[in-house]
């Protein structure tokens, strides 16, 4: 079902997502080269709770961690480990918080030092993606939308949209109807309207789609081995357009 979120709703969602923005904007400095991705984990957890909220994903399905750490081929729900990053790799930073009762949602990938031309060129066509989807986010509007704007665009820069994923509702759960998939035809699926909020989340691979579990039995590879890339907002739907929560 979907709920429709009052203004004094949005209003702490946009509190909480600022938080998470700022969170995750430190986190983001400390990937670099020699440091784990555990530790980045470690450090996205006491950011979140020095700013009053509570990690959104500790705890949840049984994962432990407050951080999806997911490095090259893996997609998402990464499990934050000894791994070092070493330069070269891309991660897929996904984070979420629970703040006065409503979560919020993000998502970034970033390169690690230097990376390979292709992997710096998937990262901007994923962010570039999340940026043109979120134009299209307004009342009357449909999710197929969405999704069509970011497989249009991503495909006619030569990669490939995973289609086992997608984007979602949220509000005081973390995953709400309606789903947000990252393909699909412009005018089908829900309409959108005045006081949803949605996370828009394009995933995209340098090879094929298809995915698989990954190792630590938790998060999701690329069946080929490909290079991913991530990127989320939690975006609420107004009368004036769309709003980005986690910026």
């Not at 891309?90 to 629970?98: A, P």
């Not at 992997?119 to 299209?136: G, Q």
């Not at 298809?210 to 107004?238: P, R």
């Amino acid at each position: 079902m979907i709920t429709i979120k009052t203004p004094e709703e949005i209003k702490i969602m946009a509190e909480g997502g600022k938080i998470l923005a700022k969170v995750m904007k430190e986190v983001a400095k400390l990937a670099k080269p020699g440091i784990t991705t555990l530790e980045l984990d470690r450090a996205a957890e006491a950011l979140i709770l020095s700013k009053g909220a509570e990690p959104a994903f500790k705890g949840r399905e049984g994962f432990p961690y407050s951080l999806c750490a997911s490095v090259n081929e893996i997609i998402v729900h990464g499990y934050p480990s000894d791994y070092v990053l070493k330069q070269g790799d891309i991660i897929g930073l996904d984070l979420g918080v629970l703040y006065k009762g409503y979560y919020s949602d993000m998502s970034v990938t970033i390169p690690i030092g230097k990376v390979s031309f292709q992997a710096k060129k998937m990262i901007d066509v994923a962010k570039k993606s999340l940026a043109l989807a979120i134009k299209k986010v307004k009342v009357g509007a449909a999710t197929g939308d969405i999704g069509n704007t970011i497989q249009k665009f991503v495909e006619k820069q030569g990669f490939s949209v995973v289609r086992d994923l997608c984007g979602h509702g949220i509000g005081k759960d973390l995953h709400e109807d309606p789903k947000i998939l990252n393909f699909g035809e412009f005018g089908k699926g829900e309409e959108l309207v005045e006081g949803m909020v949605i996370c828009i989340e394009p995933m995209i691979t340098a090879g094929d789609w298809k995915l698989v579990k990954a190792k630590d039995g938790y998060g999701y590879a690329t069946k080929d081995s490909s290079l991913s890339a991530h990127f989320e907002h939690t975006i609420a739907i107004t009368k004036k357009g769309p709003v980005v929560l986690t910026e």
